[in-house]
């Protein structure tokens, strides 16, 4: 079982930057692939970032490459979603989530085992 809480949502305007965290409590962070997700209203939940246990691979979404990166410190159990050139499409609540058996490569729900409760991020136009 690991607990996941994520942090650092807020408004922002458009072209501006925010970092998400996500702390994990529980089990062995490192055991365990990161993801992060977001949900519009009116849309379903859509994969945004992952990153292998070691930190050392990374997947994106088209739609946010270029501009998001994750990372990882495993030593303090956090992950984390550095956001720039924010578009008013990337509002949504932002949700990380852990994956036992993933890849740096699962965008797929039902690959992550655990989740947090997420962060809204707004960006004004």
């Known amino acids: 079982q690991v607990q996941l809480v994520e942090s650092g949502g807020g408004l922002v305007q458009a072209g501006g930057s925010l970092r998400l965290s996500c702390a994990a409590a529980?089990?062995?962070?490192?055991?365990?692939?990161m993801g992060w997700f977001r949900q519009s209203p009116g849309k379903e939940r859509e994969f945004v970032a992952a990153i292998s246990r070691s930190g050392g691979s990374t997947y994106y979404a088209d739609s946010v490459k270029g501009r998001f990166t994750i990372s990882r410190v495993n030593a303090k159990s956090t992950v984390y979603l550095q956001m720039n050139s924010l578009k008013s499409e990337d509002t949504a609540v932002y949700y990380c989530?852990?994956?036992?058996?993933?890849?740096?490569?699962?965008?797929?729900?039902?690959?992550?085992?655990?989740w947090g409760q997420g962060t809204q991020v707004t960006v004004s136009s």
């Open positions: 529980g089990r062995t962070f490192i055991s365990y692939v």
């Open positions: 989530a852990a994956a036992l058996r993933g890849t740096s490569y699962s965008h797929e729900e039902y690959e992550y085992d655990y």
